[in-house]
């Protein structure tokens, strides 16, 4: 966990306010197919342009998760050579 004066950050913290931005993307989504015939095409580029941010978050948390994988690991193999 890292902490900063005011600020902290966890994996968990991260995890849960993706989970909520990604929530609120599909209650979105849900909203404009309900009412499609009064949406407009503004309202699809703007869905279009929050659903690939979810997906770049989503990317940045699984390259963590890889990085710490690998570190782990690294952690390991050094522990058996000793």
Known sequence: MSKLPGITLSFTSLISAYKKLQSGLVKQVR????SI???????????????????????????????????INAAVRNQRTQ
């Not at 909203?31 to 309900?34: D, K, P, Q, T």
């Not at 015939?37 to 989503?58: C, Y």
């Open 37 to 71: 015939s009064t949406a407009t095409p503004g309202s699809f580029i703007l869905i279009q342009f929050q659903m690939s941010q979810v997906t770049q978050i989503g990317e940045s948390i699984s390259n963590l998760i890889a990085q710490v994988n690998t570190l």
């Open 31 to 34: 909203a404009l197919a309900s």
